[in-house]
């Protein structure tokens, strides 16, 4: 579900994994895919057709834009790349912290109380 202030949380591990790639700088399409892949140690595949319409999806709700200070590097259609905005960055780190939560309190209802305390 999408709000006129970026992408409801929680987000899907495709979405998270996109804005997390993004994080250290602008990049294109297949570098997005490989960099998913490796994050998520495999478990996020995503075909060019679930990226590209992720990266739609995204740069609607404005949590990325595309980045045009890349120059082209092979002749040909210039590749698109794209990078994560302030807002995308906001999301991201709400989402982290939703996780952060919900791990730390699956540790303590595991483990017992005496284990881990909720901050």
Known sequence: ?????????????????????????????????????????????????????????????RLIDEYNGRPQIAPGKPRRYYQITQLGRSQLDQERRRMERAAVLS?????????WRVK
């Open 1 to 61: 579900m999408h709000s006129t202030r970026g992408y409801d949380t929680p987000l899907t591990p495709q979405i998270f994994h996109i804005l997390l790639a993004l994080c250290d700088a602008p990049a294109h399409g297949y570098d997005i895919q490989q960099q998913v892949s490796t994050d998520s140690a495999g478990s996020v595949v995503l075909s060019s057709s679930t990226l590209y319409g992720a990266l739609a999806t995204l740069a609607k709700s």
């Open 107 to 115: 540790r303590q209802r595991l483990l017992g109380p005496t284990h």
